[in-house]
């Protein structure tokens, strides 16, 4: 069974940075892309970053694109969500997701296992 964890997620600043980590553990974590996405309350849940298998490509919503970086370790069966630079609007429950494929994707159905989310609060 598939398991992904969450965990790096608080109150900030605006202007502050967090790193979110990922565990996961249930299948090999190397085949799969992965990805980051969020849900803000009211808002349908939105992508925010994804990368590769390898880690060679990496793909990024243009709201968070120069501000956020996506990276793996794939010796630790965990991707990483370096956020930097955080504004209110980025405040949401951020969640870990593994891709069925090895290609990063940002379609949400292509992701068939997530995580339970962990809540980013950024105030003003």
């Known amino acids: 069974q598939v398991q992904l964890v969450e965990s790096g997620g608080g109150l900030v600043q605006t202007g502050g940075s967090l790193r979110l980590s990922c565990a996961a553990s249930g299948r090999t974590f190397s085949n799969y892309a992965m990805g980051w996405f969020r849900q803000a309350p009211g808002k349908e849940r939105e992508f925010v970053a994804a990368?590769?298998?390898?880690?060679?490509?990496?793909y990024y919503a243009d709201s968070v694109k120069g501000r956020f970086t996506i990276s793996r370790d794939n010796a630790k069966n965990t991707v990483y969500l370096q956020m930097n630079r955080l504004k209110p609007e980025d405040t949401a429950v951020y969640y870990c997701?593994?891709?069925?494929?090895?290609?990063?994707?940002?379609?949400?159905?292509?992701?068939?296992?997530w995580g339970q989310g962990t809540q980013v609060t950024v105030s003003s």
């Open positions: 997701a593994s891709a069925g494929q090895s290609l990063a994707t940002m379609i949400h159905s292509r992701y068939d296992y």
């Open positions: 990368i590769s298998w390898t880690g060679g490509t990496k």
